[in-house]
């Protein structure tokens, strides 16, 4: 039985080498691509934006619901309106399941903290996550102003369920030029 064994394996391994082709062909990938000046190029040093709420208190997430808007910008510059005058600015992350449009938070351990981060644009109207918003570029430096603020979910403010404590949100920012 393991002669017959070996001499398939023997016999399929011929039939597999004699009809078994490698093919060689020269130069058959090629890569190819764009290089492209951008109109502006984020401030050094400005590549990362924190907003601290400072210390808020829950009896005024009881009773407003809110924080007061908190000012935050996003800093270019180099900007070349030659090269395009408008760019795309939307902000992604986490969207909170029970706000739609604004961030989730969690606390220092990792668990939901019955808040959200909510984004405003410089004339205080809501941007929602993942929905961009078109800035005008100037030339040389341009300051794109946002605020943030912290609201409470309803649910945890109904049940006083907004618990002290450290929260954090992180949200990434695309900028897109026309």
């Known amino acids: 039985m393991n002669k017959i064994h070996c001499r398939a394996v023997k016999c399929s391994l011929l039939l597999t080498m004699m009809f078994s082709t490698v093919v ?21 040093g400005k590549e990362v934006v924190n907003v601290d709420f400072k210390s808020i208190t829950t009896k005024n ?15 270019f510059t180099e900007c070349d309106t030659n090269i395009g005058d408008k760019m795309k600015i939307t902000f992604t992350g986490q969207e909170s399941s029970v706000l739609p449009g604004l961030l989730e938070t969690s606390n220092i351990d990792g668990q939901p903290s019955g808040l959200a981060v909510g984004i405003e644009l410089e004339n205080k109207e809501p941007l929602m996550l993942n929905k961009g918003m078109i800035h005008k570029v100037t ?6 102003q946002f605020y943030a603020y912290v609201k409470g979910e309803p649910k945890a403010i109904a049940d006083k369920k907004i618990f002290p404590g450290t929260f954090t949100a992180t949200s990434t920012v695309i900028v897109e030029y026309d």
Request: charged share 25%; with cysteine; glycine share 4%.
């Open 139 to 144: 030339t040389g430096d341009s300051t794109a």
């Open 24 to 44: 060689f062909s020269k130069d058959n990938l090629m890569f190819s691509g764009t290089l492209v000046k951008l109109p502006c190029i984020v401030k050094p």
């Open 61 to 75: 997430i009881y009773r407003y619901e809110r924080t007061k808007s908190y000012p935050f910008s996003l800093e």
